[in-house]
């Protein structure tokens, strides 16, 4: 049998003292930062006229006795201290995932309101998505931010 250099006792004081200091320095991984942009609401439409499907007047007018999504509407701010040019949003509604890409000039500290057309046509759940996340964002100086 092999002799230790350390008695079992300071054996165990050791392995006592490796647990406390880990427990009292909280945990080994860092919190990620929050988005620089932030969603104020993120809300699906209902279409305001059912018996007119969202490829009227490009397709047959079919009677739809059913409600039906009508886009998309995300309200959001800018709190980067710079002008960001591209959004990217990941939204998931009835377990159908999307990415919306917004495109423009959205100035700091200012309530960016756009309606997109993604969901339009699939089945009207009610105005809650399941998931609405901001994905990526990048600046005018050609910087980037991405989820972690």
């Known amino acids: 049998m092999a002799h230790s250099p350390f008695p079992a006792r300071h054996a165990a004081a050791a392995v006592l ?22 969603i104020k609401t993120c809300t699906i439409l209902q279409a305001a006229h059912p018996e007119l499907p ?17 886009g998309i509407r995300i309200d ?28 423009g000039r959205f100035a700091p500290n200012v309530t960016i309101d756009h309606t997109f057309g993604n969901f339009s046509g699939d089945a ?9 996340a901001v994905r990526a ?9 991405r989820a972690p």
């Open 76 to 103: 959001y701010v800018n709190h980067a201290p710079q002008p960001a040019d591209r959004v990217v949003f990941v939204v998931d509604y009835r377990g159908d995932t999307q990415r919306i890409i917004d495109v």
């Open 124 to 132: 009207y759940l009610g105005p809650n998505p399941n998931a609405c």
């Open 54 to 70: 969202f490829w009227y007047p490009f397709g047959p007018t079919v009677v739809i006795n059913t409600p039906v999504a009508d």
């Open 137 to 145: 964002v990048r600046y005018i100086d050609y910087t980037v931010w």
């Open 17 to 38: 003292l490796l647990f406390a200091s880990a427990a009292a320095a909280g945990p080994a991984f860092a919190q990620a930062p929050a988005p620089p942009i932030e």
